[in-house]
Nanobody, 114 residues
């Protein structure tokens, strides 16, 4: 499977971004999928996940601000990010939950200025 993330950028505090993840090589519809972030000098951590049935889960720091969704017909996963804060600055990756072994995209950089 290949995963390509897009949609990151530079935004001011309080702004919004919508990240997209396009999967190829396998149908992701049967897999729980997730977004992860990796801030400078820190380990990668799970931000939000969505089951194959559409149930969602969020980390405490993003609850009420981020929304994960999936479009199985298009083999894509999205992350709507609202009310962004400087501490959201990181590289964001999508992958399965748990992750596909040795399968990480290049990620997409999100930078939130104060």
């Amino acid at each position: 499977v290949q995963l390509v993330e897009s949609g990151g950028g530079l935004v001011q505090t309080g702004g919004s971004l919508r990240l997209s993840c396009a999967a190829s090589g396998t149908a992701i519809s049967i897999y729980p999928m997730a977004w992860y972030l990796q801030a400078p000098g820190k380990q990668r951590e799970l931000v939000a996940s969505v089951t194959a049935e559409g149930r969602t889960m969020y980390g405490d720091s993003v609850k009420g601000r981020f929304t994960i969704s999936r479009d199985n017909a298009k083999n894509t996963v999205h992350l709507q990010m609202n009310s962004l804060k400087p501490e959201d600055t990181a590289v964001y990756y999508c992958n399965a939950d748990p992750p596909f072994a040795a399968t990480w995209g290049q990620g997409t950089q999100v930078t939130v200025s104060s």
